[in-house]
Every structure is written in structure tokens, then in C-alpha cells.
T-cell receptor
Framework: GAVVSQHPSRVICKSGTSVKIECRSL??????MFWYRQFPKKSLMLMAT?????????EQGVEKDKFLINHASLTLSTLTVTSAHPEDSSFYIC??????????????FGPGTRLTVT | AQKITQTQPGMFVQEKEAVTLDCTYD???????LFWYKQPSSGEMIFLIY??????QNATEGRYSLNFQKARKSANLVISASQLGDSAMYFC????????????FGIGTKLQVIP
């Protein structure tokens, strides 16, 4: 099946700094990628939908100036958490759709990035 | 109202037995789809099974089957012949409308398989 990677898998940063998380589709071109946030023992919350070559669509309540999303190519989307605070500590997961998939509803998930802000 | 409801925070099942994980959903769309994902302790989300609202037969994928009861708005996951490796969090999710974009997840059920 299709593979989505995320980098880094874990990151610790100091409060006030910014951190970038990369999401890559390794063997397919993803016109659409999704960014989720998961709190401990909680569900996945969709943060934004990232479309290649256009601005991301953010879900209600998600600060677009804090969570910057860039989808510069068909295989890469990045999420930058700006001026991070401890409450931004979470598990961030990206997913991608392969438009060539015979099952167009299927999303391929990355392994996730554990962000800890100290 | 919750779009996806999973009422079982935790479930235990004996190895080799079958287990049903419950999921009910709420939507006013005629076209929608229901998913089940598995999340092991390592964190990655693994797609298990999908049921479209217009699919007349229940979806099956190996040991996984989806008991789709449209009138009751339920989409329970049945895992047959449970294995130790099935121990994980299981999430029910739904897409609405004609597109395949946004997916809403339930809060999950933690399944533990007992040897």
C-alpha cells in the first residue's frame, strides 16, 4: 500500500520557538493532505486540509497564524507550529489521499509526530 | 450532537474469540461512508474497512467485517478469531457528502486481547 512518512517522529522544543513537521507521500502524488491533532487518549481532531498549490483550509477554532501549513509539492506538506506553548504539546498526524487509488475514500496516515513543548 | 459515538471505552476479548466494537453515527446526508481504523501503541493509524452508505452488502476484509444497519445508524466492527496483535485502539470514522475529504473520528475503543 501507499506510504506516508513524517519527520521528525519526536521533537522537544522550548516555549516560544517554532517547529516544523514534514509529511511526505513516498510512492504517490497527493493533491490533498490532512493534518490531525490527537490529545492523549482522545480522538483525532482535523486541523486543516492542505491542497497542493493553494492555501490550506482550516477547521473552525484552529488558529491559522499559529499552525502554518504549506503544501508546496505533490509529495510534501509541512506544518509549522509557531511560537509554541506547552498547550501545543500533542501528537500530530498527517494523512494523504492518492487520487489514483481505486478506493478514493482511503486516507494513508503517517506515523505521527510527538511534539513536547517545555 | 456527536457525529460518531463509540460507547465502549475499553473491551476485553479472549484470544481466538470474536468481538464486536460498537459505533453509531449521525448524519443527514444521503451519501456518506464509514471507516474503522486501528491505532497500535506505536501511534500509526491503520485502515481496516470501509462501508459506503449505498453499499447493499456489509463490508468484509479478512477477519474484519462491518455490521452496517442503516436504519439504526450503526456500523459495528466485528473482529473474528482475535489475535494478540489485535490489541490496540479502534476508531470509527465517517465522511459525509459526495466528496472524500473530511473525515470525523469517534473517541475510540481500547481493545485488549487476553491470551
Amino acid at each position: 500500500g501507499a506510504v506516508v512518512s513524517q519527520h521528525p517522529s519526536r521533537v522537544i522544543c522550548k516555549s516560544g520557538t517554532s517547529v516544523k513537521i514534514e509529511c511526505r507521500s513516498l510512492d504517490f502524488q497527493a493533491t490533498t493532505m490532512f493534518w490531525y491533532r490527537q490529545f492523549p487518549k482522545k480522538s483525532l481532531m482535523l486541523m486543516a486540509t492542505s491542497n497542493e498549490g493553494s492555501k490550506a483550509t482550516y477547521e473552525q477554532g484552529v488558529e491559522k497564524d499559529k499552525f502554518l501549513i504549506n503544501h508546496a509539492s505533490l509529495t510534501l506538506s509541512t506544518l509549522t507550529v509557531t511560537s509554541a506553548h506547552p498547550e501545543d504539546s500533542s501528537f500530530y498526524i498527517c494523512s494523504a489521499r492518492d487520487p489514483q487509488n481505486v478506493r478514493p475514500y482511503e486516507q494513508y496516515f503517517g506515523p505521527g509526530t510527538r511534539l513536547t513543548v517545555t | 450532537a456527536q457525529k460518531i459515538t463509540q460507547t465502549q471505552p475499553g473491551m476485553f476479548v479472549q484470544e481466538k474469540e470474536a468481538v464486536t466494537l460498537d459505533c453509531t453515527y449521525d448524519t443527514s446526508d444521503q451519501s456518506y461512508g464509514l471507516f474503522w481504523y486501528k491505532q497500535p501503541s506505536s501511534g500509526e493509524m491503520i485502515f481496516l474497512i470501509y462501508q459506503g452508505s449505498y453499499d447493499e452488502q456489509n463490508a468484509t476484509e479478512g477477519r474484519y467485517s462491518l455490521n452496517f444497519q442503516k436504519a439504526r445508524k450503526s456500523a459495528n466492527l466485528v473482529i473474528s478469531a482475535s489475535q494478540l496483535g489485535d490489541s490496540a485502539m479502534y476508531f470509527c470514522a465517517m465522511r459525509e457528502g459526495g466528496g472524500y475529504q473530511k473525515v470525523t473520528f469517534g473517541i475510540g475503543t481500547k481493545l485488549q486481547v487476553i491470551p
